[in-house]
């Protein structure tokens, strides 16, 4: 099975600009998670969507929105960029076993925003 | 108190010795726990996973879960310089499908 994907996986940006970031995960799963990896920080969860709908949101800003398709890839769209934003933004993706949940990233997307 | 702690590091060991890495959970509503290992500037990837209480072996890699004591560890023997990464421990509670809560990471040097 092909891992889960995101694109792009580079992007340069400027404060105030909007950016999608997009995610296709693993074939079968239905669930999407999208986190903010920063030094400070550390891995921070933003939300997860199943079957369409969001089931889980972090504590972040409405600046940061999603959405899933019936295909199960999910979009991440961050408007008015600041500095701050700067980030790995990783995609993960899980299928559930009973209550058994295991969830497999993929390469993320390195924003920078200037 | 954060809902996922781990040792701090950075912790090194010599190549051939026995890694431990723990990690402390507050949840207890926590049902699935899992150990990424994370190269530098690379995503997390999935070492292992578990479940239930006891001792899960993978290899050289062990991981251990002691839901009680709200408590997991990893053990990863014959210790490999390819090994130094940094390791996160995850946790899924049973009321966050879908949400990992992350501790900060223990970065781990295999010293050959």
């Known amino acids: 099975k092909a891992g889960v994907t995101q694109t792009p996986r580079y992007l340069i940006k400027t404060r105030g600009q909007q950016v999608t970031l997009s995610c296709s995960p693993i074939s079968g799963h239905r669930s999407v998670s999208w986190y903010q990896q920063t030094p400070g920080q550390g891995l921070q969860f933003l939300f997860e969507y199943f079957s369409e709908t969001q089931r889980n949101k972090g504590n972040f800003p409405g600046r940061f929105s999603g959405r899933q398709f019936s295909n199960s890839r999910s979009e991440m769209n961050v408007s008015t960029l600041e500095l701050g934003d700067s980030a790995l933004y990783l995609c993960?993706?899980?299928?559930?076993?009973?209550?058994?949940?295991?969830?497999?990233f993929g390469p993320g997307t390195r924003l920078l925003v200037l | 108190q954060k809902e996922v702690e781990q040792n701090s590091g950075p912790l090194s060991v010599p190549e051939g010795a026995i890694a431990s890495l723990n990690c402390t959970y507050s949840d207890r509503g926590s049902q699935s726990f899992f150990w990424y290992r994370q190269y530098s500037g690379k995503s997390p990837e999935l070492i292992m996973s578990?479940?239930?209480?006891g001792d899960k072996e993978d290899g050289r890699f062990t991981a251990q879960l002691n839901k009680a004591s709200q408590y997991v560890s990893l053990l990863i023997r014959d210790s490999q310089p390819s090994d130094s990464a940094t390791y996160l421990c995850a946790v899924i509670s049973n009321t966050n499908a879908g949400k990992s809560t992350f501790g900060d990471g223990t970065t781990l040097t295999v010293k050959p």
């Open positions: 993960a993706s899980s299928q559930l076993a009973g209550s058994q949940e295991t969830q497999y």
């Open positions: 578990i479940y239930s209480n």
